[in-house]
């Protein structure tokens, strides 16, 4: 009875595949993007990295909270996959798209595009990451579910990885700002397909019990009290990545002193 079907963890595992086409898509060219074809200086492409990861992580805690008090006739997660889809594939192709700005705009647009593409993969990836806990109450099934995932997870990120660079050669002839526009159309629509498999696909079948006391604006409230404790792990951890030298080093040290 608790056994989930095989096309149901197929079907799980395409919504990775379709997060990986943003994630390896973002992390592996992105900054190689930013500086060598939307011309941007690392520098400030380097920035614009360490703000919204820093912002990243407060933003996957406040997903979480909205998610588990998502009520639908369709469960608490599997619509936030649906309802990100367009969204997700929208700010990906915004992302790679070259504009004629100026150093400043072109800074400006940037700043937002990534914003906009990391907050719609955390309202994508959270609900979905969670959405494996209730489609069973089996932990062997969970096991087999989440080996399924890492799979989709390794297809989406070996599509990438194989075919970008030569995608963009072929649409772009050339021109390296149309190519990676083009390809990320084409990534885009298949992101969108994948995440409606999804969603058509999975089922919950466990409902969570209901852990939280406090309304969302309360524990919004408490979250902003807590906000320091959780920004500058975050900030020490990413500087010393970064940048990994001295001074980076004895301030990632001394935080984690601190919080221990």
Not at 6 to 34: C, T
Not at 217 to 238: C, H, M, R, V, W
Request: include cysteine; charge should be neutral.
């Amino acid at each position: 009875m608790n056994k989930i079907p095989l096309y149901e963890k197929i079907g799980y595992a395409m919504g990775d595949a379709g997060a990986n086409l943003v994630w390896r898509g973002a992390l592996a060219y992105l900054a190689v993007f930013y500086t060598d074809t939307f011309g941007i200086s690392a520098a400030a492409a380097a920035m614009l990295f360490l703000v919204v990861r820093l912002s990243d992580g407060v933003t996957d805690i406040i997903m979480g909270m909205i998610a588990d008090r998502t009520t639908t006739r369709f469960g608490k997660f599997r619509p936030w996959i649906l309802w990100s889809a367009p969204f997700l594939g929208l700010f990906m192709v915004l992302c790679f798209t070259t504009p004629d700005f100026n150093d400043t705009n072109k800074l400006i647009y940037a700043y937002i595009t990534y914003i906009g593409l990391t907050l719609a993969y955390t309202v994508s990836n959270v609900p979905y990451s969670a959405l494996m806990g209730v489609m069973s109450p089996d932990d062997t099934e969970r096991t087999k579910l989440s080996s399924f995932r890492f799979a989709g997870a390794f297809a989406g990120g070996l599509l990438v990885m194989g075919f970008l660079p030569e995608l963009v050669a072929y649409f772009g002839d050339g021109d390296n700002a149309k190519g990676y526009q083009l390809t990320m159309y084409l990534f885009a629509a298949l992101l969108i397909v994948l995440m409606v498999i999804t969603f058509v696909s999975t089922k919950e079948r466990v409902i969570p019990h209901k852990t939280t006391s406090g309304n969302l604006k309360s524990e919004l409230k408490d979250l902003t009290k807590n906000l320091p404790f959780i920004i500058l792990p975050l900030l020490a951890t990413t500087l010393f990545f970064y940048y990994r030298e001295i001074y980076s080093g004895l301030f990632f040290a001394f935080i984690m002193t601190m919080m221990t």
